[in-house]
Nanobody, 121 residues
Framework: QVQLAESGGGMVQAGVSLRLSCTASGDDMSRYVMGWFRQAPGKEREFVAGIIWNGRTTRYADSLKDRFTISRDNAKSTAYLQMNSLKPEDTAVYYC??????????????WGQGTQVTVSS
């Protein structure tokens, strides 16, 4: 099964950009839909974005699609989340995930440990 490891989180000021990376190992990442979720303190985990195996179809949370971009490089076994114009409300633990379906309601099967993103005003 695939193992996922996120990187690129940190503490930043509002308005800047940050790119998260998710490196997959243990299996061919091109077999999977890749996704990003986030969980803020005291809130449920929410879907951020997903991308199918060849990158040609993506899906975003409506509130984030204008600022966040998901991409993947199967040759590098890495998925990315580009986050622009960050806001304090983007503060959360960001999780990389892998599964068979783009629709988050159908479930993602594999999860990374998460990376903390903290945005100060």
């Amino acid at each position: 099964q695939v193992q996922l490891a996120e990187s690129g989180g940190g503490m930043v000021q509002a308005g800047v950009s940050l790119r998260l990376s998710c490196t997959a190992s243990g299996d061919d990442m091109s077999r999977y839909v890749m996704g990003w979720f986030r969980q803020a303190p005291g809130k449920e985990r929410e879907f951020v974005a997903g991308i199918i195996w060849n990158g040609r179809t993506t899906r975003y949370a409506d509130s984030l699609k204008d600022r966040f971009t998901i991409s993947r490089d199967n040759a590098k076994s890495t998925a990315y989340l580009q986050m622009n114009s960050l806001k304090p409300e983007d503060t959360a633990v960001y999780y990389c995930s892998a599964g068979m379906y783009l629709d988050p309601k159908l479930g993602y099967d594999y999860w990374g440990q998460g990376t903390q993103v903290t945005v100060s005003s």
